[in-house]
């Protein structure tokens, strides 16, 4: 097992990759996966969804919900997400960076639903929490980052790279600064 979280762009509204994978098969149909970081959900990943948007999911034996959405409702929930980005961030350009890549990533998707495979990371921890940190992250909660937080770290006391810097800069080597990238870049 990687230990990743997968976005996933589909032509079906469905979170189960064993429906995608068999319609693959029969009907030729292609889904496009995006691994994020090890062990971790980047935030525009876990913003592009809303607890409204949860449908039922099996993980082996275990009931519980994953996300799934339309590409045009991904980008006007994340949209919304402004505020929290600069919020989490506390300085507007570099969160405006990461933002607007998110944004920019997703409307290059061509497919017209979004889900996410969490299978991987779920099961390295408590089920039940990751549930409840899943719902209480998609939620519209004035304070989200609990629920956040379980799955990517994110240090205020260090200001991330601005994303520009991060794609061009090999000497942007300070490692609190780079979590901080991870946490907040769309492709992790």
């Avoid at 929290?84 to 998110?102: F, K, S, T």
Wanted: hydrophobic share 40%; net charge negative; with cysteine.
């Amino acid at each position: 097992m990687a230990n990743y979280a997968y976005l996933l762009n589909v032509g079906l509204p469905t979170n189960s990759r064993e429906v995608l994978d068999l319609a693959r098969k029969r009907e030729g149909r292609e889904y496009v996966s995006v691994e994020g970081p090890k062990y971790r959900i980047p935030l525009p990943w876990l913003r592009c969804f809303r607890q409204e948007e949860l449908r039922p999911y099996l993980l082996d034996d275990y009931a519980m919900q994953v996300p799934v959405t339309t590409v045009e409702q991904a980008i006007r929930n994340l949209t919304e997400s402004w505020p929290m980005y600069l919020q989490l961030v506390g300085n507007e350009a570099i969160a405006r960076g990461y933002w607007q890549d998110a944004i920019d990533a997703l409307r290059a998707f061509r497919l017209p639903y979004l889900t996410i495979d969490v299978d991987e990371i779920f099961v390295l921890s408590d089920l039940d929490e990751n549930r409840d940190a899943l719902l209480h992250a998609l939620g519209s909660n004035p304070d989200p980052f609990p629920g956040l937080g379980v799955f990517f770290s994110y240090d205020p006391a260090h200001l991330p790279y601005p994303i520009e810097v991060l794609h061009s800069d090999p000497d942007a080597r300070q490692q609190d600064r780079i979590e901080n990238c991870i946490a907040l870049h769309f492709n992790g």
